[in-house]
């Protein structure tokens, strides 16, 4: 059974950075489209980061620029750093993976595998 655990959450300052970090276990995550979402409350599940398992990337227009998704293969984790970050970044970040790239990419319903999540709080 695949597994996924987030970690690296917390609160800052608007202005300030977080990294999170998705380490993987129970399958080659290298092979798999691995991605973060990110869901406040009262709102839907949406995409915000994807790296394929070529390691093309891929970022919703509100994190483009300030979010940088990256693997470490060694560790088996994937990484989003999360830069300038502001209070509408405010979210329960999870890390998702598929076995093959959906379309569109940053969908979030088309992942099949979740961590637990971990929390971001920008005020």
């Known amino acids: 059974h695949v597994q996924l655990v987030e970690s690296g959450g917390g609160s800052v300052q608007a202005g300030g950075s977080l990294r999170l970090s998705c380490t993987a276990s129970k399958f080659t995550y290298t092979r798999y489209c691995m991605a973060w979402s990110r869901q406040a409350p009262g709102k839907e599940r949406e995409g915000v980061a994807v790296m394929d398992s070529d390691g093309r990337t891929y970022y919703d227009d509100s994190v483009s620029g300030r979010f940088t998704i990256s693997q470490d293969s060694a560790k088996n984790t994937v990484y989003l750093q999360m830069n300038k970050l502001k209070p509408e970044d405010t979210a329960m970040y999870f890390c998702?993976?598929?076995?093959?790239?959906?379309?569109?990419?940053?969908?979030?319903?088309?992942?099949?595998?979740w961590g637990q999540g971990t929390q971001v709080t920008v005020s």
């Open positions: 998702a993976a598929s076995a093959v790239l959906p379309n569109p990419a940053l969908a979030a319903r088309y992942y099949n595998e």
